[in-house]
T-cell receptor, first 112, second 114 residues
Framework: GENVEQHPSTLSVQEGDSAVIKCTYS??????FPWYKQELGKRPQLIID?????GEKKDQRIAVTLNKTAKHFSLHITETQPEDSAVYFC???????????FGTGTQLKVEL | DGGITQSPKYLFRKEGQNVTLSCEQN?????MYWYRQDPGQGLRLIYY???????QKGDIAEGYSVSREKKESFPLTVTSAQKNPTAFYLC?????????????FGQGTRLTVV
């Protein structure tokens, strides 16, 4: 089955700096890679996603890149703000099935 | 108001008891999922269902059971066979048709064994 590894587990940045979170996956048949943000005490919510036929996707201050050959994808947050502080999860889904496998999460802290 | 609803928000169980967590969605989604969240371990898949009357085990199904008698509902039973049930449980659903694959989560149920 699919295995998703996520690094780092914790990340502290100064406000205005960039943050990068990296994930690797094992199943070459995976074709959908979402990123979720979970604020303290709240449900995870989708912030951006990418499909295997695209190498990069950007939405304002956040972007995701995908390297299918290396089987890894990354989340990039630029100009970080205190409200970006949360736990971020990557995930991978294999085509033909609906199983969505998550990484272990990254606790991002944006310091003033 | 569309969405996915979990109940109760907090649940306390005595050792040896079975408890059932509710998950209902009115998004007309085909797929539904149950995840367990523990600190430092992310979201681990317990069970998932692609259609009514069908479900598959996830990575940590032992000690849990589910049913999918209606499209809208996917209840999870935590049985006495689950040795460490204290955790935060999240239910999710998705349409999974074409490019429409986003999974939406409920607000979660925090289960504590007392």
């Amino acid at each position: 089955g699919e295995n998703v590894e996520q690094h780092p587990s914790t990340l502290s940045v100064q406000e205005g700096d960039s943050a990068v979170i990296k994930c690797t996956y094992s199943d070459s048949a995976s074709n959908y890679f979402p990123w979720y943000k979970q604020e303290l005490g709240k449900r995870p919510q989708l912030i951006i996603d990418i499909r295997s036929n695209v190498g990069e996707k950007k939405d304002q201050r956040i972007a995701v890149t995908l390297n299918k050959t290396a089987k890894h994808f990354s989340l990039h947050i630029t100009e970080t703000q205190p409200e970006d502080s949360a736990v971020y999860f990557c995930a991978a889904k294999t085509g033909g099935g609906n199983k969505l496998t998550f990484g272990t999460g990254t606790q991002l802290k944006v310091e003033l | 108001d569309g969405g996915i609803t979990q109940s109760p928000k907090y649940l306390f169980r005595k050792e040896g008891q079975n408890v059932t967590l509710s998950c209902e969605q009115n998004l007309n989604h085909d797929a539904m999922y149950w995840y367990r969240q523990d600190p430092g371990q992310g979201l681990r898949l317990i069970y998932y269902s692609q259609i009514v009357n069908d479900f598959q085990k996830g990575d940590i199904a032992e000690g849990y059971s589910v049913s999918r008698e209606k499209k809208e509902s996917f209840p999870l039973t935590v049985t006495s066979a689950q040795k460490n049930p204290t955790a935060f449980y999240l239910c999710a659903s998705s349409r999974d048709r074409g490019s429409d694959t986003e999974a939406f989560f409920g607000q979660g149920t925090r289960l504590t064994v007392v």
